[in-house]
């Protein structure tokens, strides 16, 4: 199976920067957060990472502006995995709540999605 597009749920911490590694390297990302404050915030922390790969030599202007045209943003976890290959979870460290992350996107993802 070839991934194309990634769902990243949670753009805290973690989640806003293993979208922003997946879309420079290619990939199609879904992040998604419950939370529209967060998601603002990881969009804009992204967008500051890229800017300073840039500025460091480490990727062209060109593909950062293809990487952050890649990124999509989502409030709803059924619409951010819909068409998902691959999903991964980055929600804060609390069992009741990546229990309720797995149960949720188990619903929604793909059979074949990972």
């Given at each position: 199976?070839?991934?194309?597009?990634?769902?990243?749920?949670?753009?805290?911490?973690?989640?806003?920067?293993?979208?922003?590694?997946?879309?420079?390297?290619?990939?199609?990302?879904?992040?998604?957060?419950?939370?529209?404050?967060?998601?603002?915030?990881?969009?804009?922390?992204?967008?500051?990472?890229?800017?300073?790969?840039?500025e460091r030599g480490k990727?062209?202007?060109?593909?950062?502006?293809?990487?952050?045209?890649?990124?999509?943003?989502?409030?709803?976890?059924?619409?951010?995995?819909?068409?998902?290959?691959?999903?991964?979870?980055?929600?804060?460290?609390?069992?009741?709540?990546?229990?309720?992350?797995?149960?949720e996107a188990g619903e929604?993802?793909?059979?074949?999605?990972?």
């Open positions: 199976m070839e991934i194309k597009r990634v769902a990243v749920i949670g753009a805290g911490d973690m989640g806003h920067g293993i979208a922003e590694l997946f879309a420079v390297n290619g990939f199609d990302v879904n992040l998604m957060d419950k939370f529209p404050d967060m998601l603002e915030k990881g969009k804009g922390r992204i967008a500051a990472s890229v800017a300073k790969l840039v990727i062209t202007q060109d593909v950062a502006k293809a990487a952050l045209s890649r990124l999509s943003y989502f409030g709803d976890m059924a619409k951010a995995i819909d068409g998902a290959d691959m999903i991964v979870e980055a929600v804060p460290e609390s069992l009741k709540l990546k229990k309720s992350v797995f149960k929604h993802a793909s059979p074949e999605a990972i």
